[in-house]
């Protein structure tokens, strides 16, 4: 077994992972987008306008959540860690695919899609074991519930957070994300200077910047490759031969 005090995998993971548990992606062709533009249901001044119509859009995202189930890669990194090695896992996604796997250590950047918080204070979130949010259930404070998701155009709430867990990386993995989301795809700056980075991703190639090294697989064939070699090692480290099939 690896001991704690072992190198530290920090996790960046993005859409890519849960779309391959059957979860939409804003950005592709027939993602949630598609139909809900960005300003009628994921900004702040929409929530103001139509609260019903952004509570609607939620509770049709949170039933597609609880139907999805943990993929390779989920199940892979969560094995990881009950191997012993220190894996910690920021992810850009709001459903809890990571958790269901066996995922301990978890920072949602952008909330959590299961729970509800309060309008007025954000310290005040309450699970959603079942069913959704509607107009008049209100937190301890008799404000209204939202979803406990990051808008456009809100702040990033816990990006402090995450930024010191990158910093204390030995290695970061980067999965199923395009790099393109802002802060979080700042958090590669954070990492120490000498910290290797791997981007695991179909479209490796076109997405990483100079320096990452890429696997241009999907997350649930790449991850549980790398992962199977770290176990049978019992280190991180890259090996030539994966890497250059790979890239």
């Known amino acids: 077994m690896v001991e704690q005090r072992a ?13 391959e548990s059957g979860i939409q992606t804003f950005r592709a062709a027939d993602g949630l987008w598609a ?13 103001r306008r139509h609260p019903e119509r952004v509570l609607r ?4 995202r949170r039933d597609q959540v609880r139907r999805a189930r943990p993929n390779a890669a989920h199940q892979a990194l969560a094995r990881l860690e009950r191997h012993g090695f220190r894996v910690s896992i920021v992810t850009q996604n709001i459903d809890d695919l990571h958790e ?3 995922s301990r250590h978890v920072l949602h950047l952008h909330g959590e899609i299961l729970k509800a918080r309060s ?9 959603l074991p079942r069913g959704g949010i509607r107009l008049g259930d209100v937190c301890d404070k ?3 519930l939202r979803p406990d998701v990051v808008w456009f155009g809100e702040a990033v709430p816990h990006f402090v957070d995450a930024c010191e867990i990158a910093a204390s990386a030995d290695l970061l993995l980067v999965v199923g994300t395009s790099l393109a989301v802002m802060p979080a795809a ?10 290797p980075c791997v981007l695991v991703d179909p479209e490796a190639n076109a997405l990483a910047p100079p320096g990452v090294t890429r ?12 992962v199977r070699h770290w176990q049978r090692e019992g280190r991180l480290w890259l090996p030539e031969t994966l890497v250059g099939a790979a890239t």
């Open 57 to 60: 859009f939620y509770d049709a």
């Open 7 to 19: 190198p530290h995998l920090v996790v960046l993971t993005g859409a890519g992972i849960s779309a």
């Open 215 to 226: 696997i241009g697989q999907p997350a649930g064939q790449g991850v549980p490759t790398l």
């Open 186 to 195: 700042s958090l590669l700056e954070h990492a120490p200077l000498d910290t």
């Open 35 to 47: 139909d809900h533009p960005i300003e009628e249901v994921a900004t702040p001044e929409a929530w």
């Open 142 to 144: 008799g404000s209204q």
């Open 119 to 127: 309008s007025v204070d954000p310290r005040l979130r309450y699970p």
């Open 100 to 102: 269901r796997a066996g």
